[in-house]
């Protein structure tokens, strides 16, 4: 998969996107990460981005050239030798506040696709225009960050570790319990059996199959999908 990211702050991601398993999926060939420096794409010697808003307000406001040309180069973009025998199911996705509520079905959605295109926008927002470009805005949650940067981060994540082959074995049991969408993980404990006086259930270190099943449904966190 092939997921490019357009972002006034390209440096922001290669700590994150290029450390543990966002890295091995990389090193692996399953996933190629490109950052797309929306500067380059500035108007004028000053390679300006953003501007005033019609009608008055605070802030500053991400102008639609510059936007629409970053994301015309990604979508124009094959990938490198492991990603280019690809057919291109492709979409762009803006991260904004203003989005759909982001999920695990979501996550599973977009980790079909071959190419991902994340738009992250700053400052008081964007040129509502820009949204023609966009096949989806999402959200992380109702809160406002100060840029689409760590929700892109945060969308890649919960999307790359769903990719196959990212995973080992014991891991991909956790994510067919997430798969009904309706629960979470079990509580885990691992050595010691006493630890400061809290204790391993007794069922876990009995080892009955059967009753360690039950334990753990027991005990799985139901969460609704929305
Ligand atoms: N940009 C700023 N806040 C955001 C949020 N909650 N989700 C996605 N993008 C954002």
């Known amino acids: 998969m092939l997921i490019q990211i357009i972002s006034l702050f390209p440096e922001m991601f290669p700590p994150v996107l290029e450390t543990s398993m966002l890295f091995k999926a990389k090193d692996k060939g399953i996933v190629e990460y490109s950052y797309i420096n929306l500067r380059d794409f500035g108007l004028g010697k000053r390679k300006t981005v953003d501007d005033t808003p019609y009608g008055g307000g605070d802030g500053m406001l991400l102008k639609p050239e510059p936007l629409v040309a970053a994301i015309e180069a990604a979508k124009a973009y094959d990938g490198n030798e492991s990603q280019k025998a690809k057919s291109k199911k492709q979409k762009v996705v803006l991260m904004t506040p203003r989005g759909e509520r982001f ?95 809290m204790k391993v259930p007794d069922v876990l270190l009995k080892g009955h199959h059967a009753e360690i099943e039950k334990w753990r449904n027991k005990n799985s966190r139901a969460v609704e999908q929305n």
């Open 103 to 197: 999920n695990q079905a979501k996550a599973k959605e977009l980790a079909q696709l071959d190419n991902l295109i994340l738009v992250c926008a700053r400052y008081e927002g964007y040129d509502e225009r820009v949204t023609a470009f966009i096949d989806e805005q999402i959200s992380i949650g109702d809160y406002v960050l100060t840029g689409g940067e760590l929700p892109a981060m945060i969308v890649t994540d919960a999307v790359v570790r769903l990719l196959p082959g990212v995973l080992g074995g014991a891991k991909s049991t956790e994510i067919e319990s997430f798969s009904d969408g309706k629960t979470l993980e079990f509580p885990q404990y691992t050595r010691p059996e006493d630890f400061r006086g």
